[in-house]
């Protein structure tokens, strides 16, 4: 566990200066030398690193990976400035994160929702940088997410800010004790910051400079998610991205699928240092009927 100092931006403009991000990274066991490096970025306002070090982490470093995961600004352990939180400011964050760590090799980028936002962003910006990105219920940053992700924040504004006793309530009674902590714990962020006007501020990109990008990309999402069931997503991917659909689960596919995930994350990686990827997920027939294309 480490506190990384980001000191000044790399020349964008984006962001405040000297933000401290909460840093873990797992090595593999025994001192072996990582086959390869994976950075895991998580969502935003609920999310924190936590839910991946939970999850598939420590199964990922146990298969020889070099994990790297972190708070992004404002969430978990990490600094929280009261603005600064437009997409282009996460992206330049991740940016001098791998700075920071000396991380001068490919690295495969690994992001859940918000998170594969953030992983799409970086790879735009350094393509050379990126082994691969894999994505969990995530788009990139087109018009469509912007839109998607503003109407987000309009009602999280509403209902955690507005009516926070109310929805806390709610929250407790439906979804347990842990989600009314990870609500109230959004409630603050959103209240003590400008992230919800920052958000829908950023920057998008358009979906021929998504396509542009050539490095291998796997889409993960639930069959049941409200994501599965938009018309055209599939246009805001990378060309030859692969794409798996898991019957029965929701937006929370990585806190409810976790061996799903750890699965086709695994095998995934592990393709990209073959000469000749196979065409479809080899895992897929014990993963409950993925569909995968």
């Given amino acids: ?41 998580h969502g935003l306002l609920t999310d924190s690193l936590a839910s991946w070090y939970f999850t598939v982490a420590p199964d990922l470093a146990a298969a020889g990976l070099d994990v790297v995961m972190y708070d992004q600004r404002g969430h978990g352990r990490s600094e929280r400035p009261g603005s600064g939180y437009r997409l282009e400011t996460f992206v330049s964050d991740l940016e001098r994160l791998l700075d920071q760590l000396d991380i001068t090799t490919p690295v495969h980028l690994v992001g859940n929702c918000f998170g594969g936002t953030v992983a799409y962003g970086y790879a735009l910006r350094h393509p050379e ?18 839109t998607d992700i503003s109407g987000i924040m309009r009602r999280i504004v509403v209902e ?26 959004a409630a603050r962020l959103v209240r ?45 991917l990378p060309p030859g991205a692969r794409t798996v659909m898991l019957p ?10 976790p061996a799903r995930i750890r699965t086709l994350l695994l095998s995934w990686i592990g393709e990209q240092g073959t000469a000749t990827p196979p065409v479809t997920v080899p895992v897929a027939a014990g993963l409950g009927g993925a569909d995968v294309s």
Avoid: F, N
């Fill in 192 to 236: 003590t910051t400008t992230i919800a006007e920052d958000v829908a501020a950023s920057r998008t990109v358009s979906e021929e400079r998504v396509r542009s990008l050539r490095c291998p990309a796997l889409a993960v999402y639930g069959a049941d998610s409200e994501l599965a069931g938009e018309d055209g997503w599939r246009r805001a």
């Fill in 129 to 146: 940088r990126v082994a691969g990105i894999a994505t969990i219920e995530a788009k990139p940053a087109t018009e469509s997410w912007l």
């Fill in 160 to 185: 955690l800010v507005a009516h926070e006793a109310e929805s806390l309530a709610w929250v407790t009674a439906h979804r347990g004790a842990h989600t009314a902590r990870l609500a109230k714990s």
């Fill in 1 to 41: 566990m480490a506190m990384i100092h980001l000191g000044g931006p790399p020349g964008t403009g984006d962001g405040p200066d000297g933000i401290r991000l909460h840093v873990q990274r797992l090595s593999p066991p025994g001192g072996r030398p990582p086959t390869a490096t994976v950075v895991l970025v």
């Fill in 248 to 257: 029965g689960e929701g937006h929370s596919v990585l806190a409810e699928a």
